[in-house]
């Protein structure tokens, strides 16, 4: 990847930032490094402009990290002192007396871009020999090492980090999502004029594996909506003020005994962490790929006809800025074609497990997927008004594979509508959220996840079309769905 990079050589250590990047995790070479400059060392990072210090001891593989506070542009210093475990604490980190100063790095180092190098936006470019980069700036090779980016530098998985997400959520209450959940539905709300506002219709749609729109908040806010129940049948009369977050009898029956809160959990779909590898797919997964038949077909916004896997590919093709062969795919030089990239081992081994199972096999990631999938939807009328089993008549109706002929009919709003939860299943190791339509897919899931969202606002929150149609609910996983409620022109 572009920033993970290194100008170093064989045998040499990489020194370097590693901060937040938008949504994701950057990273900046500072220095290379030789092994004997770190073996056996503790090393001390200064934040020469804010005072704060961090230290650590470099492990026997050369590795350590640090985190440190700065604001853009503080001036940093990392040095290195014999032996390791020389601070009185590492809380304070003061030295030991009688430390030698081993290494130290103030300065940045050889630079992966070159003198004129400039930015996206040219409003920047490298102005010495060699240059680091970082969202669009330079720190030149011999300049003062500084801090690419701001942070609190607290790490992971410490006392620090508890305390600061405690006061943060504190801070961020008034404006969550989550508090206002229940009133969608379970609570009355009234307008600002105080006439009583009907319940609203809420499909929460998560996308499953998703660390950049945490799937554990989204599955945290769908049962703050009523839509995950979590108490077992029989506490409902234990717990009479929570009868909304009770699990009717069938659907606790047909989970094996377990709340759909519980299995989550137990199949750690909240956790969502790929690689754990905690439900790898099964031996026909890495030979496989979400790719439709070798004679498949398209046609674009023009009307014009492709193949999805052309012929006349090329290593010379494949190499041009237009090549022949589509993303996902590669040339198979002998036969001079374009097939499908496989799934491969390691991202079968990493899979995640799918809740429900929208696409029934048809994606053949070979995936662990429960045997009864969870679809779970209710009516927004509370329980306290309704009796239990009719409240989640959506989904005791719409069993999943039943024949159309005895699902769930949907209902007129305001009464009719609909509070459900939805995690999709799109690719193995899992992603953020759904992509448009890919027609070249054995199960086109961009335009199921579509077409679905849109008939669920067409039928003002009323109808989820697995569940009015859960024999025939594929036909929305085309650009043109033949689905009963289409209207053709």
């Known amino acids: 990847d572009d920033d993970r ?48 210090v961090r230290c650590a001891s470099v492990d026997d593989k050369h590795r350590f990290r640090v985190g440190l506070p700065t604001s853009l542009g503080d001036r940093v210093s990392v040095s290195f002192w014999q032996h390791k475990h020389r601070v009185k604490s590492y809380d304070g980190c003061e030295l030991l007396p009688d430390t030698a100063l081993v290494h130290s790095v103030s300065a940045w180092g050889t630079g992966r871009v070159i003198e004129g190098a400039s930015n996206g936006a040219e409003t920047a470019s490298c102005e010495h020999a060699t240059c680091a980069t970082f969202q669009g700036q330079f720190f030149g090779a011999g300049t003062v090492l500084t801090a690419p980016g701001d942070g609190y530098g607290i790490i992971r998985q410490t006392p620090s980090l508890r305390r600061f997400i405690g006061l943060a959520q504190a801070a961020l209450e008034p404006g969550d999502p989550i ?73 606790f029956a047909a989970l094996g005994g377990r709340t759909p809160n519980r299995d989550l959990i137990d199949n750690h779909v909240v956790e969502g962490i790929a690689k754990l590898a905690r439900h790898p797919a099964t ?71 799918d809740a429900d199972d929208l696409d029934e096999g048809k994606q053949r990631y070979f995936e662990q997927a429960a045997a009864v999938p ?26 999943p594979y039943a024949p159309d002929a005895t699902a769930y009919v949907p209902r007129a709003a305001p009464a ?24 070249c897919q054995s199960f086109d899931h961009g335009s199921y996840l579509t077409n679905l969202v849109a008939r669920f606002f067409q039928s003002d929150g009323t109808d989820i079309y697995y569940l009015s149609h859960p024999s025939t609910h594929h036909c929305l996983a085309t650009e043109s769905p033949s689905c009963d409620y289409a209207i053709s022109e």
């Open 5 to 52: 990079c290194t100008v170093c050589g064989e045998g040499q250590l990489s020194l370097r930032y590693i901060l937040p990047d938008v949504n994701g995790t950057g990273e900046v070479e500072i220095e290379c490094l030789e092994p004997s400059s770190v073996a056996d060392t503790t090393v001390l990072v200064r934040n020469l402009d804010n005072g704060e």
């Open 179 to 251: 508090n206002f959940a229940p009133y969608y539905a379970l609570k009355k709300m009234t307008d600002p004029f105080g006439v009583p506002i009907a319940p609203h219709a809420v499909l929460t749609l998560n996308t499953i594996g998703d660390m950049n729109v945490p799937l554990n908040s989204g599955i945290a806010f769908a049962r703050a909506t009523g839509a995950v129940p979590f108490l077992r049948p029989d506490q409902a009369a234990l717990y009479p003020d929570y009868l909304d977050y009770v699990t009717p009898e069938p659907l």
């Open 283 to 353: 031996s026909e997964c890495a030979a496989s790929q979400n790719a439709a038949a070798a004679d498949a077909t398209f046609t674009d916004k023009n009307g014009a006809l492709f193949a999805c896997l052309p012929t006349g590919c090329s290593a010379e093709t494949e190499a041009s800025p237009t090549r022949l062969c589509y993303s996902d795919t590669h040339c198979d030089t002998t036969a001079g074609v374009c097939v499908p990239n496989a799934l491969g081992q390691e991202r079968c081994d990493e899979a995640l497990y």
């Open 374 to 399: 969870h679809r779970l939807a209710r009516l927004t009328g509370s329980a306290r008004a309704l009796p239990l089993a009719e409240v989640w008549s959506p989904r005791l109706a719409g069993v």
């Open 416 to 439: 009719g509508r609909l509070t459900a939860l939805l995690d999709a299943y799109t690719v193995p190791q899992g992603e953020h959220t759904f992509v448009n339509g890919e027609p």
